[in-house]
């Protein structure tokens, strides 16, 4: 073969591999406005930016399959984003449904290698049916094809990793999915443990493939998800927005941006909001709205755990985490999602040097049998431990009400670098009334007694009663607020490390 | 014109309605006010438009994502 004619047998065999299914099977996926995994990646790069890994990589099984799996149905590569290396490995459904083989999951492991050691974000689109058959059939399948990296499912935050769910996602990409720091679903994709199928024939389960793994179940009950979009494209959107708050990898501050202009008039407005009356609740997206940089905040999992809020956003011009309790839901007390979001928001926080600014506006934690049932003292305490081995900066603002373990839990006493307080402020233990009730429980009380004791347990509760005895460091107003956390964010810059934290928790699980 | 459904953030009941059906809204306009663990949560219009239907009244149980009423923009 002379030269030319390998040159062009290369560009032929590349030509092939970038066909990927075939022309019938993408005109099908473009008919229903979804694009594929070379698109994908062209519509979330900067342009021009790409190098792949692996283009000519097929089946290394079933030889009948070799010259039927180009790229062996996981697309995998470099590129910039927004100026910034990633790594990516995109599925290709139209490719034996983008199922794991021996070869694809070589492509997937070295993405994810290089990422992790040279410092760089992850990023997958997952769309794929899980392991290949009959490739992964039997003990020979079995041995073959898995268990030869040990560290395949270990997540240890060294880097930023983000994944959308883009089609259905069973097995590896499910597992990639729950792993991610960040997850955007798009409508219509389905994110499960194994397919409707499956479920269907090995349990005689009958479901819909929504009622599986579908976004109302992800956004609303189970939590895995941080975002829903509706196209494919929204969902690329979300994750570069995701990314442009952290940091390459641990061991660098997250990036700095300017500052829009108009953001320093919002907290103006935040008496506006707060109501008067202690009874009436408010939406604390507006309160974060107002102290961040205009149009910063992007919240994780809105519908899940709605007791809290969590959110990456800037501050000045620095990435920063808002765990806020939310009066709107149950009055703002913390019930077990709303902890268990906490957590994970925590964890991702500290894991990549964002300090945390927790806003507190709650009478305590959700109590009851439900709550109970699910595990509610766990999941409290872990959402403590969290907060307590955090080593980011902690700025805590409470707001209004704090009552109880929830007072330690969002920060109160050393458990945050700098508290400040509202003059709407009140802090106790718990309300008086039930105070009462419970020394009182199961004996027989005389009313005059009890109101004696209701009088020695309405101690001041106020703003002042704290800021006395040094438990707060200042007592602010709230249009003073978003100044205040600026200010507290540049004092408390991590120097000695160079701005990076100690990632005590980079090891703990990625769901709770 | 598009319809948009407002929901209940949460379980309670309602305690005032402050808006009746054909009255014209801005965003964030209070529309009613529900009450759930002794708080006061107010209803705001996620839009601008006009109140179509109320579909709940003054005591009225309410689910958490329970249809409350529509706009129409």
Redesign the interface.
């Known amino acids: 073969m002379s030269f030319d004619d390998m040159l062009k047998d290369l560009k032929a065999r590349e030509a092939k591999a970038r066909a990927m299914g075939g022309p019938e099977r993408l005109a099908r996926r473009e008919a229903q406005g979804v694009l594929n995994a070379r698109s994908r990646i062209e519509a979330f790069i900067d342009p021009g930016s790409w190098v792949e890994t692996g283009l000519l990589a097929v089946s290394s099984i079933v030889p009948e399959d070799r010259g039927k799996t180009p790229a062996d149905g996981k697309v995998a590569g470099f590129a910039k984003v927004d100026g910034r290396m990633v790594a990516i490995a995109s599925n290709d459904f139209t490719v034996k449904g983008a199922s794991s083989s021996a070869t694809n999951m070589k492509k997937v492991g070295h993405v994810k290698r290089v990422a992790t050691e040279r410092g760089f974000p992850l990023v997958f689109f997952g769309e794929s049916s899980g392991a290949r058959m009959p490739d992964n059939m039997g003990a020979k399948g079995m041995g073959t094809n898995l268990g030869h990296d040990p560290q395949q499912y270990v997540r240890t935050r060294q880097t930023p990793w983000a994944s959308a769910v883009l089609g259905q996602c069973y097995g590896s990409s499910a597992w990639y999915t729950c792993l991610a720091d960040f997850v955007v679903m798009r409508k219509g994709a389905i994110l499960a443990v194994a397919s409707p199928g499956l479920a269907s024939f090995a349990i005689g389960q009958k479901v819909e493939a929504e009622d599986l793994g579908g976004w109302k179940l992800h956004s609303d009950i189970s939590g895995l998800i941080d975002r829903v979009a509706d196209t494919d494209e929204e969902a690329l959107d979300e994750i570069r927005r995701f990314l442009s708050y952290m940091p390459s990898h641990c061991n660098e501050p997250p990036p700095r941006a300017s500052i829009p202009a108009g953001s320093d008039e919002g907290a103006q407005r935040i008496p506006d909001i707060l109501p008067e009356?202690r009874?009436?609740?408010?939406d604390v997206r507006k309160i974060i709205g107002c102290l961040a940089d205009l149009d910063s905040f992007l919240e994780f999992k809105p519908r899940f755990g709605?007791t809290a809020v969590t959110g990456l956003a800037r501050l000045g011009g620095r990435s920063v985490g808002f765990i806020a309790s939310n009066?709107?839901?149950?009055?703002g007390?913390l019930d077990v999602a709303g902890c268990e979001k906490a957590t994970r928001f925590t964890v991702l926080c500290d894991s990549f040097n964002i300090p945390l600014i927790l806003l507190v506006d709650t009478?305590g934690f959700v109590i009851g049998i439900e709550g109970e049932k699910q595990k509610a003292p766990g999941k409290i305490i872990n959402f403590m431990q969290a907060l307590q081995m955090c080593t980011v900066p902690k700025l805590s603002v409470i707001m209004r009400k704090s009552y109880g373990q929830a007072y330690l839990n969002m920060g109160g006493g050393r458990n945050s670098d700098d508290v400040a307080i509202w003059p709407t402020a009140e802090v106790s233990f718990m309300d008086a009334h039930y105070a009462t009730e419970i020394v009182s429980w199961n004996q027989q009380v005389p009313e005059e007694r009890k109101q004696e004791i209701r009088a020695a347990m309405e101690k001041d509760s106020s703003a002042y009663g704290l800021a006395e005895i040094y438990a707060v460091q200042a007592v602010i107003a709230p249009a003073e607020t978003r100044r205040y956390l600026i200010q507290q964010l540049e004092i408390h810059e991590m120097r000695p490390s160079g701005g990076v934290g100690e990632h005590r928790m980079a090891a703990w699980p990625t769901t709770f | 014109m598009a319809t948009t459904e407002v929901t209940s953030e949460v379980i309670g009941s309602v305690w005032k309605v402050e808006k009746a059906a054909g009255d014209a809204l801005a965003e964030g306009d209070l529309i009613m006010i529900l009450e759930s663990m002794k708080m006061e949560i107010p209803v705001e219009a996620p839009v601008a438009g006009t109140l179509s239907e109320l579909k709940v009244a003054p005591e009225d149980s309410v689910e958490e994502d329970q249809v409350l009423c529509l706009i129409e923009s």
């Open positions: 009356s009874k009436r609740a408010y709605r009066p709107m839901g149950k009055a007390a009478p």
